[in-house]
T-cell receptor, first 117, second 115 residues
Framework: AQTVTQSQPEMSVQEAETVTLSCTYDTSENNYYLFWYKQPPSRQMILVIR??????QNATENRFSVNFQKAAKSFSLKISDSQLGDTAMYFC??????????????FGQGTTLQVKP | DVKVTQSSRYLVKRTGEKVFLECVQD?????MFWYRQDPGLGLRLIYF???????EKGDIPEGYSVSREKKERFSLILESASTNQTSMYLCASRVRTVLTGEKLFFGSGTQLSVL
């Protein structure tokens, strides 16, 4: 069975600074996706970034980038130039691919990020 | 934009009541999911459906059932609500294309309190 672990329940960062959120996962699969989702106080889950396991290049989306270490099963999220609107809960998630892919996501426990002015 | 709508944002029910949580998506997606979100536990999958009238148990199905009579609507049913079912419930639908890969779209959640 797959598991996802986020070991930082809460983090804070000053506006305009950089912060890194950690995520580790455990799987015997070789073909999968990893995701970071953001959940602001509105509760709407927003996809931040996605990484296909077969791609060696780390995914980037504007101020958001990941450090994907497949051998170490690590998938951290870096937020550069933090903005007040980045304040939210962040979830790391895993999806198995392949012929048995059902689209199920396995989530970590979440990290609450507060950006301070 | 894909829209996933959950009928209630907040719901308060009594122990033993039958509770229906409704979710509707407007993009003809085949796969739909119900998750519950609890502090410190993240989101856990209750049930999912991969087509009309087709369903499968997730990781924590006990005390829940689901109904999918039409493609756009996926209902979560608490047959006899209990206090340990007080939680946030999130619905999602999924699309997978060659161009976009995997994408899930979430509703904005129903916060259920069982008293």
């Amino acid at each position: 069975a797959q598991t996802v672990t986020q070991s930082q329940p809460e983090m804070s960062v000053q506006e305009a600074e950089t912060v890194t959120l950690s995520c580790t996962y455990d799987t015997s699969e070789n073909n999968y996706y990893l995701f970071w989702y953001k959940q602001p106080p509105s509760r709407q889950m927003i996809l931040v970034i996605r990484q296909e396991a077969y791609k060696q290049q780390n995914a980037t989306e504007n101020r958001f980038s990941v450090n994907f270490q497949k051998a170490a099963k690590s998938f951290s999220l870096k937020i550069s130039d933090s903005q007040l609107g980045d304040t939210a809960m962040y979830f790391c998630a895993f999806m198995k691919l392949g012929s048995s892919n059902t689209g199920k996501l396995i989530f970590g426990q979440g990290t609450t990020l507060q950006v301070k002015p | 934009d894909v829209k996933v709508t959950q009928s209630s944002r907040y719901l308060v029910k009594r122990t033993g009541e039958k509770v229906f949580l409704e979710c509707v998506q407007d993009m003809d997606h085949e796969n739909m999911f119900w998750y519950r979100q609890d502090p410190g536990l993240g989101l856990r999958l209750i049930y999912f459906s991969y087509d009309v009238k087709m369903k499968e148990k997730g990781d924590i199905p006990e005390g829940y059932s689901v109904s999918r009579e039409k493609k756009e609507r996926f209902s979560l049913i608490l047959e006899s609500a209990s206090t340990n079912q007080t939680s946030m419930y999130l619905c999602a639908s999924r699309v997978r294309t060659v161009l976009t890969g995997e994408k899930l779209f979430f509703g904005s959640g129903t916060q259920l309190s069982v008293l």
